[in-house]
């Protein structure tokens, strides 16, 4: 039975540091992360090493039952 796993990647539009700008001197929270530096995706997998080898650059998993 395949479980829910809630994968945390870094994002990708500012590289994982929760900040980007158009000019460096004016910084701001990334709007897609929303400052946190990552992304929330997930799927059904029958095993974490299937979801690891998906998303090698994951930086968490969870599995949701």
């Known amino acids: 039975m395949a479980d829910?796993?809630?994968i945390h990647v870094p994002c990708d539009t500012c590289d994982g540091?929760?900040?980007?700008?158009?000019?460096?001197?004016n910084l701001q929270q990334c709007p897609d992360c929303a400052g946190e530096g990552y992304v929330v995706r997930?799927?059904?997998?029958?095993?974490?090493?299937?979801?690891k080898e998906d998303y090698p650059t994951a930086?968490?998993?969870i599995v949701i039952r």
């Open 59 to 61: 930086i968490r998993m």
């Open 17 to 25: 540091s929760g900040e980007c700008s158009h000019y460096q001197e």
């Open 4 to 6: 829910w796993i809630e």
């Open 42 to 51: 997930g799927d059904f997998y029958n095993s974490m090493k299937k979801a």
